[in-house]
T-cell receptor, first 112, second 114 residues
Framework: EAGVTQSPTHLIKTRGQQATLRCSPISGHTSVYWYQQALGLGLQFLLWYDEGEERNRGNFPPRFSGRQFPNYSSELNVNALELEDSALYLC???????????FGSGTRLTVV | AQKVTQAQTEISVVEKEDVTLDCVYETRDTTYYLFWYKQPPSGELVFLIRRNSFDEQNEISGRYSWNFQKSTSSFNFTITASQVVDSAVYFCALRSSGTYKYIFGTGTRLKVLA
């Protein structure tokens, strides 16, 4: 069974540009979560999608947005990139609320 | 407010030593779940264990063991006879029943030296 897959692995953007990160959950998982892991800040909850709807978002500006497609894959978009957006972005999926997340390997975004 | 504290930023041990990673949590909820994840250098978070608030029984899985104590709001993780492959960042996390959001600690970087 394939795990959670994220693309690209690495992404380098300049300040002010837009970045798009992609995530494919494990087959059968309908919930997708996005986390930001910035240096020294641990894991911060970004967004939760379930059944195509945004269910919850963390304390991030509107520049961070996303969507979930009918096949449950998800995109995270970051507009007007700032240097401090440089981080590892982790996507996770789960089949239901009782189980732990399964995380992908992440996308390392570098803003220069 | 919910919070997870991993006071140990980094720990270094020599191979075959035992090591305990501390996790202290805060929550007002009566039903909640605690987790440990391992993050090797590859970046992917690997699920290790889930424990619910009603089950204080300690658990052992091979060289790993977990000590959950509600009285002290702690959920500590011990690796026995550590190995170099155990080198990683370990995260403790909390989730309350009724929410999908996890609260992660800042992680403990474990270095196991050969």
């Amino acid at each position: 069974e394939a795990g959670v897959t994220q693309s690209p692995t690495h992404l380098i953007k300049t300040r002010g540009q837009q970045a798009t990160l992609r995530c494919s959950p494990i087959s059968g998982h309908t919930s997708v979560y996005w986390y930001q892991q910035a240096l020294g800040l641990g894991l911060q909850f970004l967004l939760w999608y379930d059944e195509g709807e945004e269910r919850n978002r963390g304390n991030f500006p509107p520049r961070f947005s996303g969507r979930q497609f009918p096949n449950y894959s998800s995109e995270l978009n970051v507009n007007a990139l700032e240097l401090e957006d440089s981080a590892l972005y982790l996507c996770a999926s789960s089949p239901d609320r009782w189980e732990g997340y399964t995380f992908g390997s992440g996308t390392r975004l570098t803003v220069v | 407010a919910q919070k997870v504290t991993q006071a140990q930023t980094e720990i270094s041990v020599v191979e075959k030593e035992d090591v305990t990673l501390d996790c202290v949590y805060e929550t007002r909820d009566t039903t909640y779940y605690l987790f440990w994840y391992k993050q090797p250098p590859s970046g992917e978070l690997v699920f290790l264990i889930r424990r619910n608030s009603f089950d204080e029984q300690n658990e052992i899985s091979g060289r790993y063991s977990w000590n959950f104590q509600k009285s002290t709001s702690s959920f500590n993780f011990t690796i026995t006879a550590s190995q170099v492959v155990d080198s990683a960042v370990y995260f403790c996390a909390l989730r309350s029943s009724g929410t999908y959001k996890y609260i992660f600690g800042t992680g403990t970087r474990l270095k196991v030296l050969a």
